[in-house]
């Protein structure tokens, strides 16, 4: 239906490839320890600022506040990069902002590029489509790279390379490094500072000679033109301050109005994401500057469905996403799935609102990821922006259902409900999942009971001859778990 | 249609007859606590300390001495165009000066680079270059393995990410440096210097 582009084409509905990820030890037990770490530090580095919750209140605001005045904000952003010396380009769709980008590098002559970790760029499958023009796209972050050799798909929005342990690290350098440049170490061992060490020689060499480089951005300024990009290697700041040609694909929803408004994001992002006071390295630069930096400047402000997601009063909320991953980090789903099982580069409960906006929920992936949740809330509660995933989730859960108006690629149509019992599978395998295991279950009942008013008012496929009939039963207001728990005892 | 003016029509009816979005509470913190000058200083020190920089503290007449021993093992130093002259002056270093014309090779056969800033937060242990003649491009503390920054105390500091913005100038280009390059992309263990410097001296210079 529509041809809006995330990254992962053809694959698996939400619950099957959870339940292959749930079967696999290694990657359960790396995603445990990774989120879990973070989450503990995480908590730490936010109780630091006694004004937290305002903080969020206000980035909140200057989102919804952007997100409502979006195309003036959008003009504003275009004058004042075009008025620095900067080129800005607009691209609808994966499609037209890869296209826009290859012919930027080819105009240069070049047949490389060094790319900074974007999940925009991975949202259109940029490096693909660089490579079916001949043109080698070379992911610098460590990550990034861990995930390129490993010929891969990233699992977390901050450490996509976060389902690899040490030891597996070290065999993708050890076969892969030789094939892209200069090759790792012929003894290369399993520690990080030896595997950071062959990273950084393997990748010294495409910077030092690099032309041309792609990157995203956190922030964009409307007043000003300023692009922001935090990072914490260097590797941002070497694509963004080498190369000649500097070409920047950034997602419609990443304009903020005015330079003061980033001392709201730059004291919440680091924060909610790494769990610092401050990431190394953050760099800011206005359009082009002589002898500093790039001589050649491009823009390319991609839609690729946001603006059909702004067109849902429910849904645009998750617009506001600054791709912390906090939520990826205290989802109990998340934790136990990883991150490939949603299907799109936006994994964990922000992918889950965020993909089948972005695509519709028209296909098997996108109508069942918003059952992969067990609405516990957590994403809500840590979100520095306050985007409320349950109540995304609850209110796509019912589109599928019950279908209703939605914006497909600017048009007004009514979706039909659920047929094939596309939703009932998606819902009753997510349940299967999450019945399996009770810990994820069991934080996702306490909120269920808040949500009773959002259930589906009728089954789809051959439950729909029996709701036509009678009402669903009330979701009963006790958590089954609790009820379980006071008559089975504690036994998982 | 251009693609702009769709996108453009697009958002227009999406957000046609929303509700106007209320105005910004700005009632958080523009400072984190109240310090003096002197606790200032310190907790950029102990922040900075944090991240695994190495930080320094002297003033006027003893700058000369300690750059010097700070660049004892370098063979060369890279020099912004305006340095103060009597930073370096013990200093036994080759000075390569900031070329425009040099190319990243270039820099990545200096061993060190010394550069003033133009301010540093205490409450995030963040320095910030704007590019400003003491500091040099972009590049030139970037390739070289070693950054010394100086830092004046108590001008250039100010405790809070608000009170930065409040006196950056936002055309200039930008770096902020929290401590040294680091990656948590190996089962979360932290390693420092990755591509940028991997020793990172920070001077605080002022009465001591
Ligand atoms: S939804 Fe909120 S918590 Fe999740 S990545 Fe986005 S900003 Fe962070």
Redesign the pocket.
Known sequence: MTGTHLGMPAFPPFPDAAREAVRDGVLRANLRHATHTIRGKRARAVAELADWERLRAAGKAVKDHTLRHLDRYLLQLEASVTAAGGTVHWAADADEANRIVTDLVLATGESEVVKVKSMATQETGLNEALEAAGIAAYETDLAELIVQLGHDRPSH?LVPAIHRNRREIRDIFRSEMGGWGRPAPEDLGDDPRELAEAARLHLREKFLRAKVAVSGANFVVAETGTMVVLESEGNGRMCLTLPDTLISVVGIEKVVPTFRDLEVFLQTLPR?STAERMNPYTTMWTGTHEGDGPSAFHLVLLDNGRTDTLADATGRQALR???????LNVCPVYERAGGHAYGSVYPG??GAVLSPQLRGTAGAVDASLPYASTLCGA?YE????A?D?PEILLHLRERVVQGGPVTREGVRVRLRPAHGHTAERAAMRAARLLLDHPGALRAGERLLARARRLRPRRLPGPGRAWTDTRELPDIPAEPFRDWWLRERGNRP | MSTRDRILSRIRRATAGAPDAPPVPRDYLRVHGSRTPAETADLLAANLTEYRATVHRTDEDGIARLLARLLAASRTVLVPPALPGHWLASATATRVHDDPASTPYDLDRVDSVVTGCALAIAETGTLVLDGGPDQGRRRITLVPDHHVCVVRVPDQVVDSVPQALERLDPTRPLTWISGPSATSDIELDRVEGVHGPRTLDVVLLGAQ
Not at chain 1, 382 to 385: A, R
Request: proline share 11%.
């Open positions: 929005i909610s996403c600054i791709r912390c991953s906090a939520c409960p922000i994403c840590v979100c520095p922006v985007i995933i």
